[in-house]
Structures are given as C-alpha cells and as structure tokens.
C-alpha cells in the first residue's frame, strides 16, 4: 500500500463524512446496482451496441 493511501485513511479516520454524504453515496450505490439489474434481466439494447471494430475511418 502505497503512503499516501495511508494518509488519505488516516485523514478520513479523523474526520469522517456526514451522514448527508453518507446517504448521497449510498443513494448513488442503489442506482448503479438497480442499472447492473436491469441490465442483467433485460440485456444490453441493440440500439446501443456500435457496428464495426471500432476504428474511424473516412472516406471521401
């Protein structure tokens, strides 16, 4: 672990976050894991899937 994660610990340690932002994470949780679900349950849209491999190319 490098020292400055350590710092970073011990600073959050001494002064944790209120509850406010506590819940404001949590919050942020629920809705990313509501999202994997739904995605799990339903899939991924065709809609958004992109054609080809990837690489622009332009032709003129």
Request: some cysteine.
């Amino acid at each position: 672990m490098d020292l400055r994660w350590l710092m970073r610990a011990k600073r959050l340690a001494q002064n944790p976050p209120s509850w406010g932002r506590v819940k404001l994470f949590a919050a942020i949780l629920v809705v990313c894991l509501i999202l994997f679900g739904i995605e799990q349950v339903y899939g991924w849209p065709e809609a958004l899937t992109p054609n080809g491999n990837g690489r622009a190319r332009f032709k003129f």
